[in-house]
């Protein structure tokens, strides 16, 4: 997630949520994006697509790193934040994937002027194999 401002927090939930979008009022622009290796590797397409639709503030986008497809964006996540992002100066910025994916997508936010204060990580270990990381 990728949401200008400050980090709006319900206890230690991340904001992206339907429920902290719809209940709490919050306004501010949130972008999420979403990586995976094929278009059949998305799940929530629906779901995402639905919350653009309903609430105004909430973007959807997701990116492709092992084909392209007209219409998503391809390329891993930290390559291709600086084209849909720009400047990160004032905003929070959550990261959840295997640690590598991690570390790379917090590297590219901190030249983006990510401040460290509002940068969110949570790490998590592939159960399959360990080359998942170099996939994502």
């Not at 992206?16 to 622009?29: A, H």
């Not at 990160?88 to 991690?102: C, D, K, M």
Request: aromatic share 10%; proline share 4%; hydrophobic share 40%.
């Amino acid at each position: 997630f990728f949401k200008q401002k400050t980090a709006y927090e319900i206890g230690v939930r991340l904001v992206g949520s339907e429920m902290c979008i719809r209940d709490s009022g919050f306004t501010d622009p949130v972008t999420l994006v979403f990586s995976a290796r094929t278009q059949a590797d998305l799940y929530d397409q629906g779901l995402l697509s639905y919350w653009q639709e309903r609430y105004p503030n909430f973007r959807a986008i997701s990116t492709l790193t092992g084909e392209s497809v007209e219409g998503l964006q391809h390329g891993r996540v930290p390559e291709v934040l600086p084209d849909l992002l720009g400047s990160l100066e004032e905003h929070s910025v959550y990261v959840a994937g295997v640690p590598a994916f991690v570390d790379a997508c917090v590297a590219r936010a901190r030249i983006m002027g990510a401040r460290d204060a509002l940068i969110h990580t949570e790490g998590f270990y592939p159960q399959d194999d360990d080359e998942s990381a170099a996939r994502c």
